[in-house]
């Protein structure tokens, strides 16, 4: 199945978003190829970037390799993505606050209720309760695959603590550090506004109370989570406190953070921890990394937590593949992005279709993420399918399945030169008490083996700029 | 500020701090030792950098015998020696990575480079000079870090704290060679050691990088109660106790205005500064001067504790 590839399509005409691209690679000595790529390295290397690999003792720092050779997307595409991305969030934030609320879709038999009920991404705690401005997920990072030069997929919906922001950023200071010249010859629509446009949204979902002059922080598991160079990259840009759950304290449904000069009232947190461990006291009893008394903070209408306890429902392997449903019912519109097409292995039919074509299907956890506890078919051993054979059979709700996607590919440097790899793109979309904001692009991933589907870090992915054309 | 931040920025600077005084006292012990015996070395010099540095007692769960060899690996890289040099840095720069955003850059990528650099160093393959060279190296890793921040900072309590830090563990640092030293500083060796205890004086003025400054200070020959004086009582020595002293008071009283009040650490560094300012040195030696030494490690840590209650925690 050959691939789409964004520079040269299926035919090999190269596109236009990418003529120019193309001349400059064309007529670029290879020598400065590989010299810019070392000094992307190095910055990368002294600025800090690094990421940790869970199950990796030796190297708990490494870098996120780069790809200097950027991905172009073309204003229109990026037009049509934007109003889809709008679409969906807007949908997920009603389908939130319905299901902790008044449960509509599951009573119009939009979503069976034990799919939602039986959820682990499900809070009941949250039922009932009503977060600051009804705003659930202010922070989403949809990943999406292209297929073909008008067929974009949502791949999967991330309404948790998504990351990667960062690397969008960092990524664009060192391509324009490295490759002036290619700035100058296009117009690309810039992407630093982000940690502005961030900062407008926490400050406007800010309880009542504080709507003036919010107190706003970042909260992280602290600095050997593989995430923290992106938490402190993001609350030096915001110019918000990085605090550990060890810094705050609850007094009287108040959150406070502990300073130098004593106690100060916090009123909205950038949580970079999952629910499981926010609070003690109301969830993992075991978790050291939270903060006695949040959540009943939380409740009490004191503090606006961002993403809101109970998102993982939404962003769930099986609930995903109800989202043309849910963003029919919530929005009245057809879902302008479309979803992969999903077995639901919980549905009879579907398991036995699935059984009979696991060579050829990509099969995930419904919980999985990060890339692990996935099966990809046609790069499956008999043994690796046989395994999950097993385990489907075993526990067929925990799993759903799709067909393996000729994701498109990009050109890459890779070690035998200039080579097609294939990319998806994480748009990181912001939902404010006043509008929904996205920063043009996104964290283009790109898996660096040859062939390989698999575009996670924590698995040999690497990471390209992502250029929208604005003209 | 955030307690956390203004605590990891304090102890990142007193641990820059001490990896470079453990370079200075290793250097100027590696001098002394090679001397002959009759210019003063008399062979416990490397036992007497151990107790400097405070290491004795982790030092001989390690290695029974004390020579070139074993100090210097325990003082420098020993991953059992809390204080080593690598892992003076290995923690300055971990406490800066954790508050990465309240160090500038440019002090941000001094400790981290100094500490990607470290990494690649194999304590094996350090012959005698290339850990002379390595010790110039972490001097000035300590001078390039503590110029970073005095020309990179901004003027407000993140720079207090990193001062504090930095100051605390200097006052700490040179009274420790003092203690350990005192007895060759008392007058009275003048008569017992003569100018063969120049090196021994010398050692210790190297210690704090003060053998030229003292020239200049004092015009003539070295002189132990000279030492002292300039090691405790001279206000135009860097090191000496009453410049850090005069150092803390300020930033102290920076963080009071700013904030607005004052508290214990405020006093209790306030006494240690009007007790050394109305001391001469004949104070000193007569109320002994192993005794005066030990009282002011003692107030100077309790300092260190109150400074951590009422800021840093």
Redesign the interface.
Known sequence: MAAFDEMNGIAGDTRDAYRRLKDWLDNAPPDLMSLRRSQAELFFRRIGITFAVYGDEQSTERLIPFDIIPRVLTKPEWTRLEEGLIQRVTALNAFLKDIYGPRECIRAGIIPADLVDNNPGFRPEMVGFRPPHDIYVQIAGIDIVRVDADTFYVLEDNARTPSGVSYMLENREVMMRLFPELFRDHRIAPVDNYPDRLLQTLRSVAPPHAMDEPTCVLLTPGQYNSAFYEHSFLADKLGIELVEGSDLFVDDEIVYMRTTEGPQRVDVIYRRIDDEYLDPLAFNPESVLGVAGLFSAYKAGNVTLANAVGTGVSDDKAVYSYMPEIIRFFTGQDAILKNVPTYRCREKDALAYVLDHLGELVVKEVNGSGGYGMLVGPHATSRQIDDFRKRLKHDPDGFIAQPTLALSTCPTFVASGVAPRHVDLRPFVLSGSDRVRIVPGGLTRVALKEGSLVVNSSQGGGTKDTWVLDA | ??????DNLYWVARYVERAEFLARILDATARIATLPAAYGGQGSEWESALLTAGAADGFFRVYQDVNEKTVTDYLVFHPDNPSSIRNCLGIAR?NA?????AVT?EM??TI??AW?ELRKIEPASLGREELARFLDWVKNVSLTFDGSAYRTMLRN?AYW?TRLGACIERADNTARILDVKYHVLLPETEDVGGSLDYFQWATILRGVSALTSYHWVYRQSVKPWLVADLLILNRQMPRSLISSYETIVRFLDE?GEA?GKVGQPHRIARNTLNALDTTVIEDVFQQGLHEFITDFIADNNKLGKAITDH???
């Open positions: 500020m955030l307690s956390r931040t203004a971990n990575r954790a508050v990465r955003t850059g941000w990528e981290n480079s990607l309590d704290f963080l904030y800021y840093l925690t």
